[in-house]
């Protein structure tokens, strides 16, 4: 079903732009979605096949696991991912087994806002925002409506 119950998955570009979007229900958490997500990830290119591994992944600490790291770290994609509390605690108290600590970019880590207004952008967005649609087919059909309108908005200020 679409409406309050339905949450937004989306993966954007640099620019804020989305490139690919999922719709599950509310109770789902983000972290199980990110896999499926970057399995859809495709940018077309002038020339060749569609570019399917980005240079970076930003996100909160949500999506600090060990499944995510590692799946970005064998695509060799560089991970902006701070880690939570709870798991630099769990690898101190392992002492020398827990591995050293995970890297951040903290200066990449401060474009992440970019992400966060775009959240903020698409869920004003009236036709989201009333919620009135109750199919997730439809609901879903008004998330990527509201992804054309923001990829046309942005094609049109180019010069």
Same mark, same amino acid.
Do not use: M
């Given at each position: 079903r679409g409406g309050l119950s339905t949450k937004?998955?989306?993966? +954007?570009?640099?620019?804020?732009?989305?490139?690919?979007?999922l719709i599950t229900p509310g109770q789902a958490g983000d972290s199980p979605m990110f896999l499926p997500l970057m399995a859809q990830l495709r940018v077309a290119r002038d020339i060749g096949r569609p570019r399917t591994r980005p240079d970076a992944i930003r996100g909160d600490k949500a999506y600090s696991s060990r499944a995510i790291r590692g799946h970005l770290r064998a695509r060799s994609i560089k991970a902006v991912i701070p880690?939570?509390?709870?798991?630099?605690?769990?690898?101190k108290r392992r002492g020398s087994h827990?591995?050293?600590?995970?890297?951040?970019?903290?200066?990449?880590?401060?474009?992440?806002?970019?992400?966060?207004?775009?959240?903020?952008?698409?869920?004003?967005? !009236?036709?989201?925002?009333?919620?009135?649609?109750?199919?997730? +087919?439809?609901?879903?059909?008004?998330?990527?409506?509201?992804?054309?309108?923001?990829?046309? !908005?942005?094609?049109?200020?180019t010069p």
């Open positions: 937004i998955h989306q993966l +954007v570009d640099g620019n804020g732009l989305p490139l690919v979007t880690e939570p509390d709870d798991q630099k605690g769990h690898r827990g591995g050293r600590p995970v890297g951040l970019d903290a200066a990449d880590y401060r474009n992440r806002n970019v992400i966060e207004r775009h959240y903020c952008h698409t869920k004003q967005w !009236r036709g989201l925002a009333t919620r009135f649609d109750k199919h997730a +087919v439809i609901y879903r059909a008004a998330v990527v409506l509201n992804a054309v309108i923001a990829w046309t !908005r942005a094609l049109s200020d």
